[in-house]
């Protein structure tokens, strides 16, 4: 397709990356609009937030065949038809820490919808660091948390899952070998993205503008919707149609800029509003945003409205990738529960004050060893605490929310028989407790480390396998 | 290179930076919520919550750079934070906040209801900052109920 340019003249072909989920939990119908609704080249699914992983090590444990996210497998199932039909390639980290078992269950899926020989998935494997822990801390790689400087030897015993952060290499790789699917584990979520429009274009992997270009492009779409109108909050009342939003498609030209866009016909809305609010989520420091590809300056990024919902981002400047890649950890730290009862008018926000102190008291008389108690009030300062003012004296209701966590189950799993008796023993005008007693949920943490990327490299392998 | 502003607090006064001096330097200017003159989005990363406040127009972005210190954003958050660095994009008209220790550890293990920070972008926007007379009726804010 060829695209008029700001001087009237053609840029040339642009490739069109749609971004299909934004989490694994997204809206399922976005990936069959994204494909339904018009032209798109390629579908990127990111499914992998930080500690995603060692829920999926979890599954993989009880059930070998499982560990990644299952929920891509029925979705592949409506669109492989269609993708087929139309030439749309995937890339997808949705492999979780068993890429291979969802590559195979995706292949299942396509012979049984008769696409037999139609279909190439391509598998990325290496990130997967969990049996060569006790190697790589041995030979000196002692993968000390970037926060805290610990050494991982301190909770080595606790480890659950760990996987380096891959780029777009084995991407680009599965799409010059033929693959129309590719599936990842731990791929970052602009890789996903950069894959695509360096395969296209065949630009060199140390083109570090185009590299910011192309993470910029991956950044601004791997939150799905959050780009297009969805929780956009400048004039959030005038943002339509959110029944049936537009996921973003990022148009790329082979000059690096790119036009981030919708199908026409969908809700919400692409402005420079919606996309910088985007462009600042999650930011650190924005001279220096760190990928396994290379380093995007975010403060060169150019926005402006190129037509209605379309706006156009240029100017991106890179540098070169650093040696290192991160890798995340996932430890097992603990036990947590949180209990919420509602109290009503009048004086709602004294009555769930009251209740507190009873049951810190009860707790406390029970000899509980918690490492932290919270208590929020949500209708009055749950999430702006100090900020919010002095409690509404008339406020119809405030929920009591009341949190704790510690090393050990048994106090978590007693504190959860604490709340119910509130009810009939604490002050009076509550209610909301049908939901019966709080879960304990374990506590799973996170620990990002840095490693040597030649001790992750060479071990990245890419497959293509036949339907 | 770093604009990294953690230094340029501007002190405690809260009319040090106005953009024509008149002299009468008793009246005070009037003050305005940021949520009338910017929008923000925040996220995490372990327990620092990014706030990104971008003014709703171009020409308030100078006004946010000068008022919307590091100093005055860590008494803003007083108790709630325990560190603050800031960093500036003047492309996007847009100021990136770090909130160090924001997030009762962050992740999976905090109880807080917004354990990723999710919306600590608005209660920045709670802040006031001195603004010229002209911008304070331009956004006047229509009466609260």
């Not at chain 1, 560990?67 to 087929?84: K, T």
């Not at chain 1, 604490?426 to 209610?431: A, C, F, K, L, Q």
């Amino acid at each position: 397709m060829a695209v008029k340019d700001a001087r009237g003249g053609t840029s040339g072909r642009v490739v069109r990356v749609a971004g299909g989920q934004g989490f694994w939990g997204d809206w399922l119908e976005a990936p069959v609009r994204q494909v339904r609704g018009g032209p798109v080249d390629y579908l990127m699914m990111d499914y992998l937030a930080e500690v995603t992983m060692s829920i999926m090590q979890k599954q993989k444990s009880r059930d070998p065949k499982a560990g990644y996210a299952r929920d891509f497998v029925p979705l592949m199932e409506r669109i492989l038809p269609d993708i087929v039909e139309k030439g749309i390639k995937v890339t997808s980290n949705a492999g979780g820490v068993n890429p291979r078992g969802c590559a195979e269950a995706v292949l299942e899926v396509a012979r049984r919808l008769g696409l037999a020989g139609k279909l190439k998935v391509g598998l990325v494997t290496g990130d997967d660091l969990l049996d060569r822990l006790d190697g790589l801390i041995a030979s000196g790689h002692p993968l000390s948390n970037m926060e805290t400087g610990r050494p991982l030897a301190d909770i080595r015993d606790q480890v659950l899952s760990a996987n380096a952060y891959l780029g777009m290499g084995p991407i680009v790789t599965a799409l010059e070998g033929g693959a129309d699917v590719v599936i990842t584990g731990r791929v970052t979520d602009t890789g996903l993205t950069l894959g695509p429009i360096f395969h296209e274009f065949g630009w060199p992997t140390e083109d570090w503008d185009k590299v910011a270009a192309g993470t910029v492009a991956g950044h601004i779409i791997e939150c799905g919707a959050q780009c297009s109108g969805g929780n956009l909050l400048k004039d959030w009342r005038s943002v339509k149609g959110l029944g049936n939003p537009g996921f973003p498609i990022v148009e790329a030209s082979p000059d690096g800029s790119f036009v981030v866009t919708k199908h026409p016909g969908t809700g919400g809305v692409v402005s420079v509003a919606s996309v910088s609010e985007q462009l600042v989520y999650e930011m650190g420091d924005p001279h220096a945003y760190i990928t396994p590809d290379g380093v995007a300056d975010f403060t060169s990024i150019q926005l402006k409205q190129a037509g209605r919902d379309r706006v156009r981002v240029s100017g991106i400047r890179g540098g070169p990738r650093t040696p290192m890649l991160k890798v995340s950890v996932a430890y097992f730290y603990g036990y947590k529960a949180v209990g919420t009862l509602v109290y009503s008018w009048p004086d709602a926000y004294d009555k769930a004050r009251a209740a507190d102190r009873i049951l810190r008291e009860r707790l406390k008389d029970l000899g509980l060893d918690f490492e932290q108690i919270l208590t929020e009030y949500v209708g009055a300062s749950a999430t702006h605490g100090a900020l919010s003012g002095p409690p509404d004296p008339e406020a119809p209701e405030i929920q009591l929310r009341v949190g704790v966590r510690a090393r050990e189950r048994a106090p978590v799993e007693r504190f959860t028989r604490e709340i119910a008796p509130l009810v009939l023993t604490g002050p009076p005008s509550v209610t909301g407790f049908a939901g019966g007693r709080p879960a304990v949920e374990e506590v799973v943490a996170y620990w990002p480390a840095l490693i040597d990327r030649n001790q992750v490299e060479p071990g990245v392998k890419v497959e293509i396998l036949e339907t | 290179m770093s604009e990294k502003s953690r230094r340029k607090a501007s002190g405690a006064k809260p009319r040090s930076g106005r953009p024509k001096p008149s002299r009468r330097p008793a009246a005070p200017l009037p003050r305005c919520q940021l949520r009338w003159i910017a929008h923000a989005r925040s996220g995490d990363k372990g327990d620092t919550a990014n706030v990104g406040l971008i003014a709703l127009e171009p020409e308030y972005y100078d006004l946010l750079k000068r008022e919307v210190t590091v100093a005055r954003v860590a008494r803003h958050f007083k108790g709630m934070v325990s560190g603050v660095e800031r960093f500036e994009l003047p492309n996007l008209n847009a100021l990136n906040f770090l909130l160090h220790g924001a997030l009762d550890g962050g992740g999976t293990i905090s109880l807080k209801t917004d354990a990723q920070g999710k919306v600590y972008s608005t209660a920045l926007l709670r802040m006031e900052i001195p603004v010229p007379p002209a911008l304070a009726r331009q956004v006047k804010p229509r009466p609260r109920k």
